[in-house]
């Protein structure tokens, strides 16, 4: 999956739409508007709107970047610290937020200026295309749409 990929982008964004603030997660902890919210923190900071620390192993970026997009993400798998909702978010506003951020994603990586991800350590933009479509898989999975 790629957001590259228009159609696999639409998929996403119709899936996004058929939550509700009572859809529930087949695994981890995170609420619907709380996940809503990981993913948007992530897309932004993907595109440096974001100030949030991403502190990483001091792990070469070529093999972080091929576990990240090679191997299987697994139920229960570790986030960066400040990745982790920790509060309750207005749905609706989250819900928007995500797919605002998915389209301004599309708009940055179009006009070339993704910035290098300070985790991923690339800018990269078809990489960190696909890297955002599995993160956003992971996630849509997790809540059952």
């Known amino acids: 999956p790629t957001f590259l990929d228009p159609t696999f982008r639409e ?3 119709a899936r996004i739409r058929t939550l509700t603030p009572t859809s529930q997660r087949r695994w981890g902890t995170m609420t619907v508007d709380q996940m809503l919210w990981h993913l948007s923190a992530a897309t932004e900071l993907m595109m440096g709107k974001s100030t949030l620390d991403v502190t990483v192993p001091p792990i070469p970026g070529p093999i972080i970047r091929f576990v990240a997009l090679q191997l299987p993400w697994w139920r ?3 986030t960066a610290p400040s990745f982790v909702a920790r509060s309750r978010y207005d749905f609706e506003g989250e819900r ?3 797919l605002q951020a998915i389209d301004d994603l599309i708009a940055t990586a179009a ?3 993704l910035p290098r991800h300070p985790a991923f350590k690339t800018s990269d933009s078809a990489w960190l295309m696909a890297l955002q479509g599995k993160h956003f898989e992971h996630h ?3 809540l059952g749409v």
Do not use: I
């Open 11 to 13: 998929q996403v964004k």
């Open 111 to 113: 006009a070339g200026k």
């Open 76 to 78: 229960g798998m570790p």
């Open 140 to 142: 849509l999975q997790q």
């Open 96 to 98: 928007d937020r995500a």
